[in-house]
């Protein structure tokens, strides 16, 4: 295989080459196995190869095949060849007064999204983004006006983690506490609009010899795309959240535009037969306190109602407001008065406390800058990266 190995600092010199390298990121074992092979690698070689990839990208974190140890010195010197197992840029990190941080990560074809690490004593919460915007357009919800929309990859999804534990510096997977404990699917996009690519990273974040991370750690939030809720719980069985917002059709119409398509009812529906849920395991209901839209008394006693026969729990979200919008936050005694409502009715109903609205990365408040440039700028970025 000898001629197979080039120099490295070589490879890096020839930007053809950076051009065709495959990314690993978003590949579970047997499709690194593939590739591979496909790079010219005989079966069972690249069956054993890939485990070892897997370990020191999802385990150890590595990013440079220089730094895989137990992988022979002739592979690694060839892999670099082939592959890569770059991070995204982090073109900005911010951190909020309460310790909240919030990445805005760009991809290869200069779109960016964000990610919030959400910490607390000795755990934390990553907000992981599904898409670049979002296409369903809440009215209250500022990733909601974002023009460009655009699937994220498995791999685009998994970074946005990796990228959090470079930062945090949280590699090997440890196996007791973790800075990062959780993974709420909570950013940009609707990851129910994305299923596949979610799935695939997902799966990948709780595989055993990886990241490791058990699905009663991960949630994943959903505006309610009902057709693909069954799935999520039969193939995932992680945690679900529905962003419910309002007890009538005519207002959360307003609110969550996807109710036309699927009611209250036919969501309630689904979350009563969602796989896997029980009094141990509930559902949580996000509901976001807006000033006189969905904050009265006989709102809350319609949503104890509504809940009837649904093992969930509550969670009220004063609104986090943005530039431009037309809601306002309801008053602490209204939120009090609706919480103790469904908290006397026997639901946990907390107010949560916002985290980083100073950084603008509370619930609701993300928003890129993504925007497609003309096509003149896309070819002088990609002639830039290849020289880079
Ligand atoms: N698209 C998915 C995942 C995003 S989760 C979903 O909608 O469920 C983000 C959560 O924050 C959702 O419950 C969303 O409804 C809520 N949210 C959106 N805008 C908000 C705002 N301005 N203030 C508070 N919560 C908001
Ligand atoms: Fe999209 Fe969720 Fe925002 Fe609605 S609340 S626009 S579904 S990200």
Request: glycine share 6%; with cysteine.
């Amino acid at each position: 295989m000898d001629h197979l190995i080039p120099d490295v600092d070589a490879v890096d010199r020839q930007p053809e080459l950076l051009a065709i390298r495959k990314s690993l990121i978003g590949l579970d074992r047997s499709e690194m196995a593939a590739a591979l092979i496909e790079a010219g690698i005989d079966e069972k070689a690249a069956r054993m190869r890939a485990r070892q990839l897997f370990h020191w990208l999802y385990y150890r974190g590595a990013s440079k095949f220089e730094d895989m140890t137990s992988i022979s010195k002739e592979m690694r010197g060839w892999l670099p060849e082939k592959f890569t197992a770059e991070r995204p840029e982090i073109t900005s990190l911010q951190e909020s007064t309460d310790g909240t941080r919030k990445w805005l990560v760009k991809f290869q074809d200069g779109q960016e999204v964000e990610s919030v690490h959400i910490p607390e004593e000795d755990r934390g919460a990553l907000c992981v983004s599904s898409q670049v915007g979002c296409t369903l357009t809440c009215s209250f919800c500022h990733t909601g006006t974002m023009k460009l929309v655009r699937n994220l990859t498995a791999g685009e999804i998994i970074s946005q983690m990796l990228v959090a534990r470079d930062t945090i510096n949280e590699w090997p997977s440890p196996k007791g506490d973790r800075m990062i404990s959780n993974i709420v699917m909570m950013g940009m996009g609707e990851p129910l609009l994305n299923y596949d690519n979610v799935a695939k990273a997902l799966k990948i974040i709780m595989d055993g010899e990886g990241i490791s991370l058990s699905k009663r750690r991960i949630t994943l939030s959903t505006s309610g795309v009902v057709p693909k809720i069954r799935q999520c719980g039969e193939e995932l069985g992680v945690n679900l959240a529905i962003s419910l917002h309002a007890v009538t059709n005519e207002i959360r119409d307003i609110l969550v535009p996807i109710n036309k398509r699927y009611p209250i009812k036919e969501l309630l529906q689904a979350c009563k037969e969602y796989p896997g849920s029980n009094n141990a395991r509930r559902i949580t209901f996000e509901y976001v306190m807006l000033d006189g839209i969905n904050d009265s008394p006989s709102d809350a006693r319609e949503l104890v109602r509504l809940l009837k026969d649904i093992p969930a729990k509550v969670n009220l979200i004063p609104f986090n407001p943005w530039p431009g919008t037309q809601y306002q936050c309801s008053s602490n005694n209204a939120m009090h008065r609706f919480a103790k409502i469904v908290n006397d009715a026997g639901y946990s109903s907390p107010i949560r406390v916002p985290r980083g609205r100073d950084i603008m990365a509370a619930c609701g408040q993300l928003k890129s800058a993504s925007k497609k440039a003309p096509a003149s700028a896309r070819r002088k970025e990609a002639g830039a990266e290849a020289s880079l």
